[in-house]
């Protein structure tokens, strides 16, 4: 299929209204795209849309419950992303679900990008989440685990890294992109003193993505590596580094949220696919309030023109 696929996100959630409005607002060739959803979803958040193909995923009016965590929307969600998959689409496009509501479905996945990889992948492929905002851009090496159980080991760096070289180089068409790897602990274990993984694993992985012909630094504290990363971007230029290379979630998500909130973009990479979600979730407070700003999911659209 030649066409964007956009999936409508948990039915209690700002999902709907944010692609009603950003499909409005952009006012793009209703051709181009296609909608995982349900019309009576949209009709209750304000728009049936319906210049627009869209593939019905079933769901009772009466299950439309803003705010609240529900095993039916959550059913929902799951379905919509199941079908995305089957369509093979140009790209896709997924308004928040929320984790809990799924998993009362009865789906034991932490994440959107973890279904897209269940039914998506195939060859020993990986999804990773690489985070985007304009040029400044953050790929974890884990994703949605505790703090506790990150596990990284020298080849594990090595496959995501050299993934997202390919990424650099298909997706945003970047031939040697260069790469700035966080260290691990703080002041990047100071020689060992305090932690190891930089010693034992990323120095390592790095020397390796070094004779692949990568251009990645060896690892440097975190906490003032985005520094100049925050600057360029707040001054529009572009950054030394064309990618940051965050161990764990937060180490990664703090940086590039604070600094360009909204504009985030959330971006699975490594599978066939791209597919691109806005940076924050399915704002319950504000769900069925009509005041949910679209402009995350208007630069999750923008991406995979």
Do not use: W
């Not at 504290?221 to 950054?239: C, H, M, Q, S, W």
């Amino acid at each position: 299929m030649n066409k964007i696929a956009i999936t409508t996100g948990d039915p209690n959630g700002i999902g709907a209204e944010i692609t009603i409005k950003s499909l409005r607002k952009l006012n793009l060739p209703s051709d181009k795209f296609v909608l995982i959803s349900n019309r009576k979803i949209l009709e209750y958040y304000g728009d049936k849309l319906n210049e627009y193909e869209i593939v019905e995923i079933p769901y009772d009016y009466n299950d439309i419950k803003p705010g609240n965590v529900t095993k039916e929307a959550g059913e929902f969600a799951f379905q919509s992303l199941k079908k995305v998959c089957e369509l093979s689409p140009k790209a896709i496009v997924t308004a928040p679900v929320a984790k809990s509501s799924i998993h009362l479905a009865g789906h034991n996945f932490n994440g959107q990008t973890e279904i897209l990889e269940k039914y998506l992948s195939h060859d020993n492929q990986l999804a990773e989440m690489l985070f985007v905002a304009g040029s400044f851009r953050v790929l974890l090496l884990t994703r949605h685990c505790p703090l506790k159980e990150v596990d990284l080991t020298i080849d594990l760096v090595v496959k995501k890294i050299q993934n997202l070289a390919n990424t650099f180089k298909k997706h945003f068409k970047i031939e040697n992109p260069r790469f700035a790897l966080c260290g691990f602990n703080p002041h990047s274990g100071e020689d060992g003193i305090l932690g190891k993984e930089e010693i034992d694993i990323l120095i390592p992985a790095v020397e390796k993505l070094r004779n692949f012909g990568i251009n990645i630094s060896y690892p440097k504290p975190a906490d003032t590596l985005f520094v100049n990363a925050a600057k360029y971007y707040f001054e529009g230029k572009r950054d030394y580094y064309d990618c940051y290379i965050a161990n764990y979630h937060d180490q990664g998500l703090i940086p590039i949220k604070t600094v360009a909130g909204d504009k985030t973009v959330n971006t699975t990479i490594g599978l066939d696919i791209i597919r691109t979600s806005p940076g924050h979730g399915t704002a319950f407070d504000i769900a069925g309030k009509n005041i949910a700003r679209p402009d995350s999911m208007i630069e999750a659209i923008r991406q995979v023109l």
